[in-house]
DNA sequence: GTCCTTAGATACGGTGACGTTTCTTAATGC
DNA sequence: GCATTAAGAAACGTCACCGTATCTAAGGAC
């Protein structure tokens, strides 16, 4: 809190209320969100973000929106497939944590009404999967490096699905040498097949 | 209630609590999992269950243990290593509401002091992955069906790993044309291949 | 039948979060 | 300077759940 102004208005304190937010969801869990954390987490009150977001759900989806959780995220392009799929593996490696803060919103939903549209939230969860592997795979094989092919989605999302799961069974990043394996001795070999 | 008889004592009320505490993780999760709902469940009182199990993290340990969680698995033997991968999706796949209990408690781990051991959950989400995929790929490279290789852990567990994934993603079961992508379109493929 | 254990019902006090109200006063625009 | 808005502090009533205490009486052993 600066010294020289004691109360926050309009953009700036939004900002700070969504920050305040979306680390709060990134720390505890959709279950444990509520209003008293964040605005403890914010330095203000309650009313203010009453005012703002009347239910639960409103500030989550606020803060995950502020979390960047719908950007979209640039195709990396470094000249070959395996580059490729590595630095897009490893940057969603990076920033798993806003995908485990997605994910504990999500399962709340078995067991709540959040108000959230699963199909909604899968969509994020799922962006940049079902796209970002038949992209790569199709630029390789422009470039001659792969056989052209009508690819199974189920093997254009091989390598993000295989990182999802281990975010969640381990709740930890993946060490380097998952990634690794996972392009190196699973997806490569299985896309630089020769299908009839 | 059995009209001729108004209390439960001994296994028969154990058997009972257990399954209602089964019933109420599965259906509301970790997080909202709670004396009273178990009790109402049960037709008891709380104290029936205090008695027995002092704290909520006890109570859940012995629903996941009475829900059969975990038990081991027979491991299939059909003759092939296609036929066995399929019976061991299809039957996880179909006991998929245990696990998803489990992740809600995994998870909750997050953000809460649950007691559990999180390796010791781990190893519970895992069993049946990390030995099962290898145990037939060794059975079918010594029936000669496959180059017999020392598998990458990772290649061993992808189909599971798989299931998994989609379980938490989708929260449904993985509809049979899945599983059978997973297995003739990802897995087969995979180990099939001559390795240098 | 008696005696003992404890199941089941009920009540209780405490706690934490929710959602709202009230009040003071900082911040902004004129 | 004044008027308006709303930020921030604090308090409040409600509710759900926890964990415990009390009581009645069912169930089982003898």
């Given at each position: 809190?600066?010294?020289?102004?004691?109360?926050?208005?309009?953009?700036?304190?939004?900002?700070?209320?969504?920050?305040?937010?979306?680390?709060?969801?990134?720390?505890?869990?959709?279950?444990?969100?509520?209003?008293?954390?964040?605005?403890?987490?914010?330095?203000?009150?309650?009313?203010?973000?009453?005012?703002?977001?009347?239910?639960?759900?409103?500030?989550?989806?606020?803060?995950?929106?502020?979390?960047?959780?719908?950007?979209?995220?640039?195709?990396?392009?470094?000249?070959?497939?395996?580059?490729?799929?590595?630095?897009?593996?490893?940057?969603?490696?990076?920033?798993?944590?806003?995908?485990?803060?997605?994910?504990?919103?999500?399962?709340?939903?078995?067991?709540?009404?959040?108000?959230?549209?699963?199909?909604?939230?899968?969509?994020?969860?799922?962006?940049?999967?079902?796209?970002?592997?038949?992209?790569?795979?199709?630029?390789?094989?422009?470039?001659?490096?792969?056989?052209?092919?009508?690819?199974?989605?189920?093997?254009?999302?091989?390598?993000?699905?295989?990182?999802?799961?281990?975010?969640?069974m381990t709740l930890k990043p993946l060490p380097d040498a998952r990634i690794l394996e996972i392009v190196d001795d699973i997806w490569l070999p299985l896309v630089r097949l020769r299908h009839p």
């Amino acid at each position: 809190m600066d010294l020289t102004k004691t109360r926050r208005r309009g953009a700036e304190l939004e900002s700070a209320l969504l920050d305040a937010a979306w680390a709060e969801l990134e720390d505890v869990g959709y279950p444990a969100f509520g209003y008293d954390g964040v605005a403890a987490r914010a330095g203000t009150s309650k009313p203010v973000l009453y005012r703002r977001w009347p239910a639960k759900v409103d500030l989550v989806l606020a803060a995950l929106q502020h979390g960047g959780l719908f950007d979209k995220r640039a195709l990396p392009d470094t000249g070959s497939l395996r580059g490729d799929i590595l630095t897009a593996l490893r940057d969603f490696n990076a920033a798993r944590s806003g995908f485990m803060a997605v994910i504990s919103v999500y399962l709340a939903g078995i067991h709540a009404d959040t108000g959230l549209s699963p199909a909604e939230l899968r969509d994020r969860l799922l962006a940049g999967s079902t796209n970002t592997g038949r992209k790569l795979l199709e630029r390789a094989a422009g470039r001659g490096e792969i056989p052209a092919r009508n690819w199974p989605s189920g093997i254009a999302t091989l390598p993000s699905d295989l990182v999802r799961h281990d975010l969640v069974m381990t709740l930890k990043p993946l060490p380097d040498a998952r990634i690794l394996e996972i392009v190196d001795d699973i997806w490569l070999p299985l896309v630089r097949l020769r299908h009839p």
